[in-house]
Structure formats: C-alpha cells, structure tokens
C-alpha cells in the first residue's frame, strides 16, 4: 500500500465530534456519559489509524470497519467499564487450583466480610476497655480453642520437666497464632525474627520450589537468615542435623515437600527425631507446613496429610500454613505455635508490613467458627472432598442428558480429582467426568469455547476430548454447565 492511498485512509476517518453528535452515539451517551464514550471512540479510532499505518486495512476492509463503529466502542465499553476479576466455574477437578483462586468461601465468611466491610468495626479496639487493641484477637481465641489439647499438654510438660513457675511455662509452651498475607510472609517474618544474622538447618531434600517461583533458599536469603544445607537430596539423617549445628544456629527447619514426592532410596527423619534433638540442644524448630489442614483428612479420602495439631502435638515450636488451601478460608498465612515466639513475632516490625485487613479477619473468623463448631462441610473445599464418586456421577448424568445431541457426544466416565494448591501431591479422589466430544471440531476448540461462556467454564483437555469434573462445580451451577454445552452444539 503506497504513502497516499493510506493519507487517503486517514482522511476517510471520522473525528470524534463528528461521532459524537450523530444519533447512533446518543444512546450511549445518556448511559455511558460524554466523558466515558469520548475515550472509547478515541481509543476505537486510533486502533483504526495504527491498521491503516500497518497497512492491514485497504478502502473496503476500512468502510467494514466504519459501518462497526459503533459496536467496537460498546465492545471498548464493557470491557473498561466492568470487572477484570470475575467468578468463573471450576471444572477442572483441581480442588485448590491456585490460578483460579484456590479455596472458595464458605457463605457464612462472606456474609461476614460484608458485616465487617460495610460499617466501622472493632478491628483493633477494645470495646469493653474503651481503648485501642489487637487485630489478632478476632482469630487467635478460636485458634486457642481449636489447638487448646496442645497448648495444656505442653505447659504441663514444660512445667514438670523443667523447675519454673507455670506462668513461665504458660509464657513458653502455651500456642498463640498470628495473622499475615500469605504463607510465604509467614516464612520470612518466622525465619527474619528467629534467626536473622544466624544460621537455619534444612535437608536438602526439603529445599522446594512451588508456583510462582517461590524458593524456600531465596526466602530464606531475604529474612537475613544464612541457610545451612544438610544431607543429600534423597537422604538426610538425624545425624547431619546433630553435625551442622554450632554456635552461629538459630533454627531447625522441616518444610513440607509440597507439591513433589521422592520415592526409592530416601531417607528423612522422623519428625519426633527433629523435636527431640531441638529441645535437647535447646533449639526452636519450625514447620513450614505449606497446605495446613485443621482436621484428619482421612475421613475425606485423603491419606498422609499430616495437621497443624498433629506437628504442635508431636513438639514442633512454630508451624507456618496457609488459609486458602486445606483450611477453606481466605488467603493468609498463619503462624501457631509457642507464646513466647510468637509475641516475638508480633513485636517485628516486618509484621505490621505483612499484616492482613479486616475482609481477611472477617473470613478466617467465620471460618474458624465452621471448625470450632465441626460443621466441616459448610467450607466449600472440605465438602468438595466428602463428595463420593456415586454422587457426582448422578449430577454427572444429569448435565450429559442435557448436553447430549447430534452434534455433541457427551460420556460419562471414570476419573480421578487432584487437591492441588501443593497439598497431598500422591492423593486422589474417585469421580466421574463428562468426556466431551464436538463433530466437525477439536476439543481445544471446545475448550476455547467454553471458556468464552459466561461465566467461564474451565475444563481439561485429554486424549483428544474436553474432560469436565464436577467434583469442583458448584451444584447450582450444574445448569450452567448444560445449557452453555447446548448453545455451542
């Protein structure tokens, strides 16, 4: 295309007065006001003017895109007009997929949230003194409830072995939790209160990588703290803690592998090993626990998921989990563990740099609350979990009479649900999927498809077929699941 041909182009665009005062802009005018359409008709011509520079547009292509004006500044208006971030459905069968929000909330924490967001609160006053108080209140008197076992078993057994008062021991053995944006917040104001300029002892087999590029070493580096490896990465004994430590160590660290296993030749202390080694050389040891579930995963089918009570239990000083996985609730990283370490904690100013806002504390509350009265399956995640292969096959069959037609062959199918979100990496769940097949088209099609639903539809692609697992799908959103399958058909 030569230079004048494209001045010509130039010349045939309208100016955004011109638009401004016919009749087919008004409407948009009256809904959208002058200052909003004025932009998107801006932003509508000038991607005309950079095609016509580029040379993608010729006369006839040009007056297509003319007659469209309209319709391209609606289109510019919704989408700078509504929400980037949107609620989309889970079909993927990954519980706690992190790229789709990890847990999603139980309705009491977000009809709390609303309470709490929606007017002034108590968040940091004390109403019955009248005086400024402490945000972790909201949380840490449920967590004392739910890990209250732990708490007296461990004074009672500092106090007997050690001559101190019980106050002394209360100070030190007692569990407390604090509250901060996510878990590996929780790691580095851990590691920066207890060991900076010291060393930290951790297993190389325990040195873990997990989305986002988040690594334990760099974590560790930023805290201030100097990481001391022991072991090799398959095998790591007792005996190479004993050695590593000197004068210069601050901290025993075990981390959780998270979203790996090493399976062959492996060796890796017991925890009870680890405990019994910081206490004899009067060293705190910490957990880093990644996925942090409250309660036994065994009764949903979950084997080998080791419980914030079960390392509190076992003697571990301080243990770090996360909120939005295993637990259900919001994001948040949660620090439990002894009084006198975490009042440390608390005291960092690191900690008032992590902390999290009321929304946060008004849905951990409510979904504290859930576990104190053991109404585990109002937490979305944990009922996701309790749900058996017979029960989501029978609403599997339901969609795939809906969805069935000349066009869309629609199986139900013997498959398997992950938890995701780095929890329980060799575990399963039994479920049926809707195995999807479109004629005439690829399943990545249909996927692109279904994802331009609305809301979103999120699925897996296998073996040539879109693969739909409503173990992680609302049931009421069953019917939207159907009646998108129908449309694209």
């Known amino acids: 295309m030569h230079t004048e041909t494209k001045s010509e182009l130039f010349h045939e665009l309208p100016s955004v007065d011109e638009l401004l005062h016919t009749p087919d802009f008004a409407e948009l005018l009256a809904e959208h006001g002058s200052a909003a359409v004025t932009d998107a008709i801006r932003s509508v ?50 519980l ?43 949380v840490d008197r449920l967590f004392r409830k739910l890990l209250s076992d732990v708490g ?25 939790t604090i509250v901060v944006n996510n878990n590996a917040a929780a790691v580095l104001l851990a590691l920066n209160t207890l060991a900076e300029g010291g ?59 998270s979203n790996f296993e090493i399976s062959g030749f492996t060796e890796q202390p017991a925890l009870e090993e680890l405990v019994t080694l910081a206490q004899r050389r009067e060293i705190p040891l910490m957990e880093d626990l990644g996925s942090g579930a409250l309660v036994d995963l065994e009764q949903f089918g979950i084997r080998g998921e080791s419980t914030v009570l079960d390392s509190l239990r076992a003697g571990v000083d301080v243990v770090t989990y996360s909120g939005d996985k295993l637990l259900g609730g919001p994001q948040a990283g949660l620090l439990s563990g002894r009084t006198d370490l975490i ?34 399956t109002v937490i979305p995640a944990l009922r996701m979990m309790s749900l058996t292969k017979e029960e989501i096959g029978g609403r599997a069959e339901s969609v795939a009479n809906r969805a069935r037609s000349s066009k869309m062959k629609v199986e139900v199918i013997d498959g398997e649900s992950v938890i995701g979100g780095g929890a329980a990496p060799s575990s399963v769940l039994p479920t049926k999927l809707l195995a999807i097949t479109w004629t005439g088209h690829s399943a990545d ?9 609305e809301p979103p539809i999120i699925a897996r692609v296998e073996e040539g077929r879109v693969l739909l697992d409503l173990r992680t799908v609302l049931p009421e959103q069953d019917s939207l699941v159907a009646e998108a399958l129908q449309r694209i058909a």
């Open 45 to 94: 011509l000038a991607r005309l003017r950079e095609q016509i520079s580029s040379g993608l547009l010729n006369r006839e292509s040009l007056q297509l895109a003319l007659g469209g004006l309209k319709s391209a500044t609606e289109a510019h208006l919704r989408n700078i007009l509504s929400y980037s971030l949107r609620p989309v459905i889970n079909a993927t069968g990954v």
């Open 96 to 138: 706690l997929h992190t790229n789709l929000g990890r847990a999603p909330l139980a309705d009491d924490a977000l009809a709390h949230v609303r309470e709490a967001g929606s007017s002034y609160s108590n968040l940091e006053f004390d109403i019955e003194a009248g005086e400024r108080g402490k945000r972790d209140v909201h």
């Open 152 to 176: 007296n078993a461990r004074v009672e057994t500092a106090a007997s072995a050690i001559p101190r008062t019980r106050s002394q021991a209360e100070r030190e053995h007692a569990v407390s």
């Open 199 to 257: 060393e930290v002892i951790v297993s190389r087999g325990e040195l873990v990588e997990i989305g986002g590029s988040f690594r334990i070493p760099d974590v560790m580096a930023k805290s201030g703290a100097t990481l001391r490896e022991v072991g090799t990465t398959n095998r790591t004994r007792i005996a190479d803690y004993e050695r590593a430590i000197t004068d210069k160590t601050r901290l025993l660290l075990r981390v959780h592998r």
């Open 343 to 376: 009042a440390r904690m608390r005291s960092n100013s690191l900690f008032r740099a992590l902390r999290v806002d009321k929304l946060t504390y008004g849905a951990l509350e409510a979904t504290l609350l859930a576990y104190v009265k053991r109404e585990y």
């Open 445 to 453: 099609e249909l996927s692109v498809r279904l994802r331009e639903s």
